[in-house]
């Protein structure tokens, strides 16, 4: 079996449009754009780059984009004070802290400050813990898209065998809660699994966020499985540059239904589900039924 390609860019583009529909449908009705503050702490290039792609992605869909970019010596107590002025700013629906934050930055206590009716990143522990429980609440954007992906490909997901591979608060946790809550019977795995590539082989859907390139390799995979790679690892090979996801891509897409490329499928969902959660957000805070993204 040759896999299918799934296109997370042109999916991404698909939801974008509407987005974009349902902004301005709610600057229409209110006066104002849905409002994303997106905060920066220190100057690392790649933060860089999602923070500025996530200002340009809101302003395209008719957002208005708040972007705070602090000195990496910024002390707890004032970003702590920007979170409250964000909180209190009728114009922001949404905040987001990039992570990683400095080393000497406490980022739960900061994730813990926001108002979880802003939590766009869906990482507050409330926005957890509602996502566990069944209850409507922001869920995180990587999972987010991860779930739009597969159901775009599989339809129903119910009692599809899952492994999510990694157990980061981010994406490994969220997502297994997600599939869960699909009715998969989800096997949640991690750098430590014993017998890992017995476990990947019973799956029919793989999530492989592990952090680790190419880990996963091909002959693992079961025949029509669909795999989604979250991994984006930088390697060099015979001098050039290569990203490459957690999934050993070409081996892997011999035996899969349907899988991620890395770039090009998971990432450009990540900042397209945050435009999707402070969509959400907006409508939420002025009690607006939520429009119909799609999704
Ligand atoms: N507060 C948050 N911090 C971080 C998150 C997050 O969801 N919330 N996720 C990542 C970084 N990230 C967005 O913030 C992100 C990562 C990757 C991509 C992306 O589009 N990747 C491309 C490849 C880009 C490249 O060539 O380097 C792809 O996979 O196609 C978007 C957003 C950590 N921090």
């Known amino acids: 079996m040759t896999a299918h390609i799934i296109d997370g860019k042109a999916f991404a583009a698909g939801l974008g449009d509407r987005i974009a529909e349902g902004a301005a449908a709610f600057a229409d009705r209110t006066g104002r754009a849905p409002g994303l503050a997106v905060v920066l702490v220190g100057s690392d290039p790649a933060s860089e780059i999602y923070v500025r792609s996530k200002g340009l992605m809101a302003r395209k869909l008719g957002m208005e984009s708040f972007e705070h970019t602090l000195p ?145 390799k091909g002959d693992w995979i079961k025949d029509g499985a669909t795999v989604i790679d979250v991994g984006t690892s930088r390697v060099i090979r015979d001098g050039q540059k290569y990203l490459v996801g957690d999934v050993d891509f070409a081996a892997a897409s011999e035996k899969a239904r349907a899988i991620t490329p890395v770039p090009g499928g998971v990432g450009p969902m990540t900042i397209m589900t945050l435009m999707h959660n402070t969509l959400i957000a907006a409508y939420r805070r002025k009690n607006y039924p939520v429009p119909e993204l799609g999704a």
């Open 72 to 216: 990496a010596e910024t002390t707890q107590d004032t970003l702590m004070a920007l979170i409250a002025e964000l909180n209190a700013n009728e114009a922001v629906d949404g905040i987001l802290v990039q992570l990683p934050l400095p080393d000497h930055l406490d980022s739960l206590q900061v994730i813990e400050a926001i108002d979880p009716a802003k939590d766009v990143d869906g990482l507050h522990p409330l926005s957890a813990g509602y996502l566990a429980s069944g209850l409507p609440g922001l869920v995180s954007c990587t999972p987010l898209g991860c779930l739009m992906l597969l159901k775009d490909q599989l339809g129903s997901l119910s009692g599809l065998d899952a492994i999510v591979v990694g157990r980061s608060i981010l994406v490994g946790k969220p997502m297994a809660q997600l599939l869960l809550a699909e009715n998969c019977t989800v096997t949640m795995a991690h750098s430590r699994t014993a017998d890992l590539a017995e476990k990947v082989g019973k799956a029919d859907i793989v999530v492989a966020a592990v952090g680790r390139a190419e880990m996963i």
